[in-house]
């Protein structure tokens, strides 16, 4: 049956998010009806509504959800009514060579859910029957979406799904940039640039993978001391003499700097921070008009190397009880991460406390009744 449901959209860049009521279409073949339970609101979410991620508005909202299965489409053998499951925003369809060589992130076909499911129809309407996009498959921050098997993974875990949402973007980008994507060498030496929900991952992914330092850059006070409880065991205030100060830290640059900002200037600090044979992770997401430039020499002479990372290079049905495992065993911080909890009709604070860096992730819940 198709669902009345509140939805988070962003209707023209630039203007604050409405909350609408919409229409949610029930699944085709191989999609499945999700009854959201939480939401986090991702700094993606943000760029979306400005432009310096370009979907097309009108748009609906949100790719880091968690809720439970109320409908299955034709064909729908791997979930059924009941499941608990977590959006994945890389559509992963299994079959092209990104995923047989076991990088789903590049999945041929996630470059063609951007803002609709992956066939490139859609399931949401407004109020007037106009069709809503929906942000990279997902669309999630709302009361119900209809997604693609391929961008949904389950839950087996008993995580309670306010926090098991965040695992669907912010926990997965960042702990993934450093297990997955730097394959870091316990004993070393980081800097983590933006500790805002990416970069305080990325700080407890270093903490877990064994780094000997971490170092927290932020122009945020607060924010650095929240990265001191996720591990930090430094912080620099982000300004010009930042790198400099990095490397005297680390006597003479450190082995891994994550960017987790997404502004090329921010880049350069972070590839100044590097120590000979550093890396440097690129995760935050700059206007399509952003340059970088790095010392060319730096790179056969110094061997120190650039590498963007996409949803922390995750392999989701592998990575997701990875992580849930290491939250049941007390190393990952999923509780500490929650510091807001918005009603949907606050969503437009949300974005505005987002903006205003207040939180380590704001978090909108649906039905408080649901668990
Ligand atoms: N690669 C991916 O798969 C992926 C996934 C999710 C988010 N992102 C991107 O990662 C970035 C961070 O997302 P988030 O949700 O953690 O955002 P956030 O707003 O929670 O955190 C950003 C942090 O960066 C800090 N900051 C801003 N300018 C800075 C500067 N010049 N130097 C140092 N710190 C600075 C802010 O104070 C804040 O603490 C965004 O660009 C987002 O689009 C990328
Ligand atoms: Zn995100
Ligand atoms: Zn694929």
New binding site residues.
């Given amino acids: 049956m198709p669902q009345q449901a509140k939805a988070v959209i962003c209707r023209e860049w630039n203007q604050p998010v409405t909350v609408e009521e919409i229409r949610v279409d029930d699944p085709k073949r191989n999609e499945v009806m999700v009854r959201m339970h939480a939401c986090g609101v ?3 979410d ?2 979306a509504t400005t432009g310096v ?1 370009a979907l097309p508005p009108p748009l609906v909202l949100g790719h880091e959800g968690a809720g439970e299965v109320v409908a299955v489409g034709e064909g729908v053998t791997e979930f059924a009514v009941g499941d608990r499951v977590i959006s994945s925003f890389v559509s992963m369809c299994g079959q092209c060579g990104s995923c047989q060589s076991g990088r789903p992130v590049l999945c041929d076909t996630a470059s063609k859910a951007l803002w609709t499911l992956p066939d490139g129809t859609l399931r949401t309407t407004d109020g007037d029957g106009k069709p809503l996009n929906i942000f990279s498959g997902c669309g999630v921050m709302a009361e119900y979406a209809t997604l693609h098997v391929n961008n949904v993974v389950k839950v087996t875990e008993d995580v309670p799904l306010d926090r098991a949402a965040l695992v669907g ?2 926990v997965m ?2 702990v993934g ?1 450093v297990f997955n994507t730097a394959d870091m060498q316990p004993g070393s030496t980081a800097a983590v ?8 991952n990325a700080i407890q992914g270093c903490r877990i993978a064994g780094a000997r330092q971490i170092i927290a ?4 006070e607060a ?1 650095l001391a929240t990265a001191k409880e996720f591990g930090a065991t430094h912080t620099v205030l ?1 300004d010009e003499t ?1 790198a400099k100060a990095i490397r005297k830290m680390s006597g003479g640059g450190v082995d891994y700097a994550f960017e ?4 090329g ?2 880049v350069e ?1 972070a590839f100044a921070s590097l120590g000979k044979g550093g890396l440097a992770v690129i ?4 206007p399509r008009e952003d340059k970088t430039s790095v010392r060319t020499l730096a790179l056969p002479a110094e061997e120190k190397g650039l590498k ?5 290079s995750a392999r989701p049905r592998h990575d997701f009880p990875r992580l849930f495992g290491l939250y049941a065993s007390g190393a990952l911080k999923l509780d500490e991460l929650v510091t807001h909890r918005y009603g949907i009709e606050e969503a437009p604070q949300a974005f505005e406390d ?2 205003a ?1 207040k ?1 380590a ?1 704001g978090v909108i819940v649906f039905d408080a009744m649901q668990g």
């Fill in positions: 991702c700094h993606s943000l760029s991620i973007c912010a980008t960042g940039a640039f933006g500790v805002g929900g990416v970069g305080l850059v932020d122009m945020s924010k982000a930042a987790c900002v997404g502004r200037s921010v600090t995760v935050g997401v700059a963007g990372s996409w949803f922390g987002l903006e860096g939180n992730r």
